[in-house]
């Protein structure tokens, strides 16, 4: 089927450990994203990439990394990772930055302990 | 800064009691609201882009309606099935278009 996928699905890290979270679509989407959602807070955004070969910082960048690797991937990666990183993290894509609803995978539940 | 706030942040109904959800919003030159539906353990679905105040959009049992200063979900005659959170969010129209700002959602359930 069509659409985002994520992986991992679950993780549970230490803090200090680092890891890496996978994002493809196969929408031929422009515009990729990552959000974290947690309880009473909404989703937020971390990074963005407008299109290949860019990325920028969104609401909450502070602590995390992410790369481009080409049209399809985005991924997003955790240096060092603190209890205040757990979350539900969601990947999300459009055709381009602009007016379209978003595409969202079905998350990555990420608990540090 | 822009915000979107929702209420309420949980509504329980019975099936066939239509009712409505509210998003309020402040941003500095509305480019879109979006509303999304979130089943649990799930990522947000996209039901529809509103732009300008007086527009509505409707689907199935779901029309969303605007204002200048906030729009409406209206849910006529819900079934169980359409229990889900229901997010809302707003786009800017200012910078390179990606300021979209999420509420925090109202969780909605229908029983039967």
């Known amino acids: 089927n069509a659409g985002v996928t994520q992986t991992p699905k679950f993780q549970v890290l230490k803090t200090g450990q680092s890891m890496t979270l996978q994002c493809a679509q196969d929408m031929n989407h422009n515009s990729m994203y990552w959000y974290r959602q947690d309880p009473g807070m909404g989703l937020r955004l971390i990074y963005y990439s407008a299109s290949e070969g860019t990325t920028d910082k969104g609401e909450v960048p502070n602590g995390y990394n992410v790369s481009r690797l080409n049209k399809r991937e985005f991924s997003l990666r955790l240096e060092s990772a603190a209890p205040s990183q757990t979350s539900v993290y969601f990947c999300?894509?459009?055709?381009?930055?602009?007016?379209?609803?978003?595409?969202f995978g079905s998350g990555t539940r990420l608990t540090v302990v | 800064e822009d915000q979107v706030t929702q209420s309420p942040e949980a509504l329980r109904l019975q099936e066939g009691e239509s009712s409505s959800l509210n998003c309020s919003y402040t941003v500095s030159g509305l480019r879109g609201l979006f509303w999304y539906r979130q089943d649990p353990g799930k990522g947000p679905e996209f039901l529809f882009t509103?732009?300008?105040a007086g527009e509505e959009k409707e689907k199935e049992r779901l029309k969303a309606t605007l204002t200048k200063k906030e729009s409406f979900l209206h849910i006529t005659a819900p079934k169980p099935e359409d229990s889900a959170t229901y997010l809302c969010?707003?786009?800017?129209?200012?910078?390179?278009?990606?300021?979209?700002?999420f509420g925090a959602g109202t969780r909605l359930t229908v029983k039967p």
């Open positions: 999300a894509s459009r055709p381009h930055t602009g007016d379209y609803g978003y595409t």
């Open positions: 969010a707003v786009q800017a129209g200012r910078g390179n278009n990606n300021d979209m700002r």
């Open positions: 509103l732009y300008s």
